[in-house]
């Protein structure tokens, strides 16, 4: 079964205080992964997607990285705006005609000023 | 652009009525998505549809509904809420091919009383 686990649950930074978020996946063929940030009250807001390992996109402190078994997001010297709960979802290779994009829980990044 | 539009953002049934959520789109994407999201879990698919007449069930679809006359709109029927339907819903779009991200709505929050 396809899965995807965030880690961890929920994490404090001061500014300036750099960190990774990882997210581990098992699918049976990746399309793609992904990226989002949710605000509180508000639907995910897309940041990156990665198809293969080996790939990295940068965005302002945000650095996505891909593995075979896991991606990380990189937040260097974060910035209380950069605070929100951090979602990865994979996209599978359907299976019975099914499309499926499977979410992690999410990391809440907390970045106290 | 808009983007993704869901209405109403707060709604609150007394168990056994009806209505629908409404999402609109102006991307002209051909996919779009039905997604409820629970406290401490991570998005769950609803239904999906790959283009106007064509929907499709995700992994809980049990006391929903959908339809899709046109592109622009796919809107969710809830008939005999019930409290287990008390969650955020949200709506997304893509266009078509693999690997491509979904773009969210801002959610409704609805509560089953």
């Known amino acids: 079964e396809d899965q995807v686990t965030q880690s961890p649950e929920a994490l404090r930074l001061q500014e300036g205080e750099s960190s990774s978020l990882n997210c581990s996946y098992t699918v049976s063929g990746l399309r793609g992964l992904f990226w989002y940030r949710q605000d509180p009250g508000k639907g995910p807001e897309f940041l990156f997607t990665?198809?293969?390992a080996g790939e990295e996109k940068e965005k302002e402190r945000l650095k996505a990285t891909l593995t075979k078994k896991e991606s990380f997001l990189h937040i260097t010297a974060p910035k209380p705006e950069d605070s929100a709960t951090y979602l990865c979802?994979?996209?599978?290779?359907?299976?019975?005609?099914?499309?499926?994009?499977?979410f992690g829980k999410g990391t809440k990044l907390t970045v106290n000023p | 652009n808009a983007g993704v539009t869901q209405t109403p953002k707060f709604r609150i049934l007394k168990i056994g009525q009806s209505m629908t959520l409404q999402c609109t789109q102006d991307m002209n994407h051909n996919y779009m998505y039905w997604y409820r999201q629970d406290p401490g879990m991570g998005l769950k698919l609803i239904y999906y549809s790959v283009g106007a007449g064509i929907t499709d069930k995700g992994e809980v679809p049990n006391g929903y509904n959908v339809s899709r006359s046109t592109t622009e709109d796919f809107p969710l029927r809830l008939e005999l809420a019930a409290p287990s339907q008390t969650s955020v819903y949200f709506c997304?779009?893509?266009?078509?091919?693999?690997?491509?991200?979904?773009?969210f709505g801002p959610g409704t929050r609805l509560t089953v009383t």
């Open positions: 997304a779009s893509r266009r078509t091919g693999q690997g491509y991200e979904q773009y």
């Open positions: 990665l198809y293969s």
């Open positions: 979802a994979v996209q599978a290779v359907p299976q019975g005609g099914s499309e499926k994009l499977v």
